[in-house]
């Protein structure tokens, strides 16, 4: 049994994502989307409600989210 689920993206997100990474150390989209969670939960600054609304409509506007 895996330790690992999966999480679903779309194609189109995880290019961009691939594009961003390049010229960078992580070894793979899923190593900079964990880094990246994991620096966000650990930041001391929180967003609000209202700020991650914003975000949200901005993803589903940009076909990241549905």
């Known amino acids: ?3 690992y689920t ?3 993206f779309k194609r189109d997100f995880v ?3 691939k594009d961003y990474i390049e010229d ?3 070894g793979s989209v ?3 989307l964990e880094h990246v969670a994991v620096k966000d939960m650990e930041s001391e600054e929180k967003i ?3 700020e991650a609304k914003q975000i949200g409509k901005k993803l589903k506007e940009l ?3 549905e």
């Open 24 to 26: 960078q150390s992580f």
């Open 1 to 3: 049994m895996s330790d």
């Open 15 to 17: 290019e961009d994502v």
């Open 48 to 50: 609000s409600e209202e």
């Open 6 to 8: 999966t999480v679903s």
């Open 63 to 65: 076909g990241y989210m």
């Open 30 to 32: 899923r190593s900079f």
